[in-house]
Antibody
Framework: QVQLVQSGAQVMRPGASVKVSCKAS????????MHWVRQAPGQGPEWMGI????????NYAQKFQGRVTMTRDTSTSTVYMELSSLRSEDTALYYC????????????WGQGTLVTVSS | QSVLTQPPSASGTPGQRVTISCSGS????????VNWYQQLPGTAPQLLIY???QRPSGVPDRFSGSKSGTSASLAISGLQSEDEADYYC???????????FGGGTKLTVL
């Protein structure tokens, strides 16, 4: 079955960068678009961006442009999300999610990675 | 402040029917299909309804979705205790060029 397994929780200092990984299995990795969605405590999900199946095209939400970078390694079926210049408001659960098309619903979700930004 | 507006809470007794609304605009719900996600406590969201009213395999037919104009609704009939969760609507926004979510509705089964 399809599985998206994310890296573990991290505590970061303000101003630092964090990189979260998401390893896929159970399907053809290069057939799915991958999204990153974050959820602050008590809030609804917030879409951060998308990377295409081959990793050569990304689209980031305007709010995160200049601070976020999404990449994928087809040799290890892993996608990465790096967020820089962290501030306390970036404390959230970060999820990877897969869709079969650019405008398609999110079929599969990772378990989430808690990133805490604190001095 | 979420782009899509949902009531923060809803409730019902076992067996009842409840509906959850999701309000948007012409650039999102008005021109794109709506998906609904269920988030059980301590877990990741899970697809519940896609393309306004389609159920993925394994989702009971007690769950149904609809869309009209710039609003969408999720209906749950024959409410069960295991339906207690947070529910989120989501769609593509043409103006923002990205996916947008509602703020979520916490469903309580009394």
């Amino acid at each position: 079955q399809v599985q998206l397994v994310q890296s573990g929780a991290q505590v970061m200092r303000p101003g630092a960068s964090v990189k979260v990984s998401c390893k896929a299995s159970g399907y053809t990795f290069t057939s799915y678009f991958m999204h990153w969605v974050r959820q602050a405590p008590g809030q609804g999900p917030e879409w951060m961006g998308i990377i295409n199946p081959t990793g050569d095209n990304t689209n980031y939400a305007q709010k995160f442009q200049g601070r976020v970078t999404m990449t994928r390694d087809t040799s290890t079926s892993t996608v990465y999300m790096e967020l820089s210049s962290l501030r306390s408001e970036d404390t959230a659960l970060y999820y990877c999610a897969g869709s079969s098309g650019y405008y398609n619903y999110f079929d599969y979700w990772g378990q989430g990675t808690l990133v805490t930004v604190s001095s | 402040q979420s782009v899509l507006t949902q009531p923060p809470s809803a409730s019902g007794t076992p067996g009842q029917r409840v509906t959850i609304s999701c309000s948007g605009s012409s650039s999102n719900i008005g021109s794109n299909t709506v998906n609904w996600y269920q988030q059980l406590p301590g877990t990741a969201p899970q697809l519940l309804i896609y393309s306004n009213n389609q159920r993925p395999s394994g989702v009971p037919d007690r769950f149904s979705g609809s869309k009209s104009g710039t609003s969408a609704s999720l209906a749950i009939s024959g409410l069960q205790s295991e339906d207690e969760a947070d529910y989120y609507c989501a769609t593509w926004d043409d103006s923002l060029n990205g996916w947008v979510f509602g703020g979520g509705t916490k469903l309580t089964v009394l």
